[in-house]
């Protein structure tokens, strides 16, 4: 009994204070009382490890990833050639958008209030943004519009960040099923179906393997695709589906499953909210500095100045091709030989 008494004294002694843990986290079935390990982070931010999982507190909201997730994400973040599913649970601190909005990170500001391709996506990737900056300690290393491709016309990556010397692109999207009554469409219905999920996964990533193949201004061995869900079933179903995608599909990314439950501007955000779509440019449209080195680099542009666009001039004396049969050509023609 003197014994079970000491080790009830040393537990008390070694307990930490109450006050010594940031208050309303938010995070469900959480006694902050009974946490052993805590970190505190730049930011305002602080890691917690309790109950098989790593909690992460920040100004605008509460993260929680299984503890052996956390360690699986920050490796296979840096693994190349390996791909994997993670789990993970957001809670927004504050009832709206507009309050957690000031809180932001400012790289997730930035991503937010930077324009982008267009489409209803500028909370779920600030809130990516967020996510990624407070459980991987990434950084923002170019927006949407700052990623280059070639062609241009393909998939998008929604940002690259930094984590640990490594870049990263990042693809985010939002899993929800529409309902089939018109008058509905724009609610996602409770569950989504195998099908769906797997239909998700399967166009979202093969979008980053070909995204990862076109972009020429960051270069990136691994992308994350961050999925948003509204629901533990949800959740469920995109792991399933994950499971059941080829290494041909999955390929070398990084898929981060977050649920969230109290944000619904997350999932009912609309494209014209703060509509900054890109306008497209005009297929086969040159500008004027395009048009000064294609006359630069055109071989019969000497011989312009013999016939001023005469159509029977004989270009190819005038080139200096001395063993050249003669033809006439008209001005935007090639010299036959």
């Known amino acids: 009994s003197v014994a079970r008494r000491s080790r009830r004294d040393s537990a008390r002694r070694m307990a930490p204070r109450s006050n010594a843990v940031p208050q309303s ?19 305002g931010a602080a890691i917690l490890g309790a109950f098989g999982c790593t909690f992460v507190l920040a100004p605008a909201c509460s993260i929680r990833v299984p503890a052996e997730d956390s360690v699986l994400l920050h490796a296979f ?17 504050g009832d709206c958008w ?23 996506s500028r909370i779920s990737e600030a809130l990516s943004m967020e996510v990624l900056a407070r459980v991987l300690g ?4 170019s927006t949407e519009l700052e990623l280059s491709y070639w062609p241009a016309n393909g998939p998008m990556t929604d940002f690259a960040i930094e984590a640990r010397g490594v870049v990263l692109g990042v693809s985010v999207t939002r899993a929800f099923a529409f309902r089939s009554d018109k008058d509905a469409t724009a609610t996602p219905s409770a569950v989504m179906s195998a099908e769906q999920a ?14 990862s193949s076109t972009c020429y ?9 961050h999925v948003w869900a509204s629901s533990a079933a949800d959740v469920s179903a995109l792991q399933r589906a994950f499971e059941l995608l080829g290494p041909e599909v999955a390929s070398n990314s990084l898929v981060l499953i977050t649920l969230c439950c109290n944000l619904p501007e997350l999932f009912s955000e609309k494209g014209s909210a ?9 297929k086969g449209l040159k500008d004027d500095e ?32 001395s063993h050249c049969q003669t033809v006439r050509v008209c001005q935007d023609d090639w010299i036959i030989p």
């Open 25 to 43: 986290t938010d995070i469900k079935c959480m006694s902050l009382h009974t946490i052993p390990v805590q970190r505190q982070m730049s930011g």
């Open 77 to 93: 973040a840096q693994a190349n050639e390996l791909s994997i599913v993670i789990e993970s649970e957001f809670q927004a601190r």
């Open 98 to 120: 507009e309050m957690v909005r000031p809180k932001l990170s400012a790289d997730a500001s930035r991503v937010y209030d930077e324009d982008n391709a267009g489409g209803a």
């Open 138 to 141: 990434a950084h923002l290393v």
């Open 198 to 211: 797997e239909a998700l996964l399967r166009k979202k990533l093969n979008g980053v393997i070909q995204s």
């Open 217 to 225: 201004s960051e270069k990136w061995q691994k992308q994350v695709l």
């Open 274 to 282: 703060r509509g900054s779509r890109r306008t497209a440019a005009v």
């Open 290 to 321: 395009h048009i000064r080195i294609l006359e630069q680099s055109d071989p019969v542009r000497r011989s312009r100045g013999h016939f001023n666009g005469d159509c029977g001039a004989d270009v190819a004396t005038a080139v200096g091709f």
